[in-house]
């Protein structure tokens, strides 16, 4: 069976960065399923397996406008130490949800915060190996995530 819209593709899949570094890997958290064409995984993933069989082994770089999208700095914001009401010490890499948004701590100096509220995959090429292993017309029993292993917060 092909690979066209409205299809359901399971995958084993790795990816990682240019210099080499693993962001998520089937081997660790299992194949990963989506529904083609509706958005379920980046678009760079959606149209490279266009077409693709059961079976087939596909490599390719996804441009960061095709993946997670370019770092727009706009997003990156310095704010008072006490804007945020955290409840406990801010620190690197805790998660804040500020006006709807998701941020994550960059840096904390004596009186003020950075976040950034940019994906923390945008404005990284994706390195994909992949294998399809499964085309359906039918919705798995179990079907989810986002295929990042862990990395992201979708």
Do not use: W
Request: charged share 25%; proline share 7%.
């Amino acid at each position: 069976m092909t690979v066209t819209k409205d299809k359901y593709i399971t995958i084993e899949y790795s990816f990682s960065t240019s210099d080499g570094t693993l962001l998520g890997s089937s081997e660790y958290s299992g194949p990963f399923t989506f529904r083609q064409g509706y958005g379920d995984v980046v678009p760079g993933l959606d149209s490279r397996v266009e077409g693709a069989e059961i079976g087939d082994e596909l490599s390719f770089v996804i441009p960061p406008e095709e993946g997670y999208g370019e770092r727009d700095e706009s997003k990156v914001k310095r704010l008072p130490l006490d804007a945020l009401p955290l409840g406990r010490d801010p620190e690197p890499g805790l998660r804040v949800n500020l006006n709807g948004t998701v941020m994550v701590i960059t840096e904390v100096h004596d009186d003020h915060l950075t976040l950034d509220g940019n994906h923390p995959l945008a404005g990284i090429p994706l390195h994909f190996n992949l294998r399809v292993t499964e085309v359906s017309d039918e919705a798995p029993e179990e079907h989810g995530g986002c295929g990042c292993g862990g990395t992201c917060s979708c």
